[in-house]
Nanobody, 126 residues
């Protein structure tokens, strides 16, 4: 098992930036797919960005061009750089990992992931 701890959330104004971190308790090399999800009040959890084999990435259409997922294997940490934030980005953000990557078109599906962090809140105001 792996424990995931998110950090970096906060409150920003529209157009601002934040960088979220997801620190793993074990080597992330053992978890070839790690993703960021978010959930706003009253809404379903949705995939935001994922990083998989050979650092390939996948993004939700709503964040493409604004968010960047990356990883530092030496620090066992995955990052989500968020630029040009919008009020609709307000949500609790979670990172999740899986030991066996599904097909890439499934990378943003919450049900495909086994281990989850507790989340970090992002609030974007106008």
């Amino acid at each position: 098992q792996v424990q995931l701890v998110e950090s970096g959330g906060g409150s920003v104004q529209s157009g601002g930036s934040l960088r979220l971190s997801c620190a793993a308790s074990a080597s992330i090399s053992a978890y070839p797919c790690i993703a960021w999800f978010r959930q706003a009040p009253g809404k379903e959890r949705e995939g935001v960005a994922a990083i998989g084999y050979l650092s390939s990435t996948k993004y939700a259409d709503s964040v493409t061009g604004r968010f960047t997922i990356s990883q530092d294997k030496a620090k066992n940490t995955v990052y989500l750089q968020m630029e040009d934030l919008e009020p609709q980005d307000t949500a609790m953000y979670y990172c999740a990992a899986v030991g066996d990557c599904p097909w890439s078109h499934h990378w943003l599906e919450p049900a495909k992931y086994h281990w989850w962090g507790q989340g970090t809140q992002v609030t974007v105001s106008t």
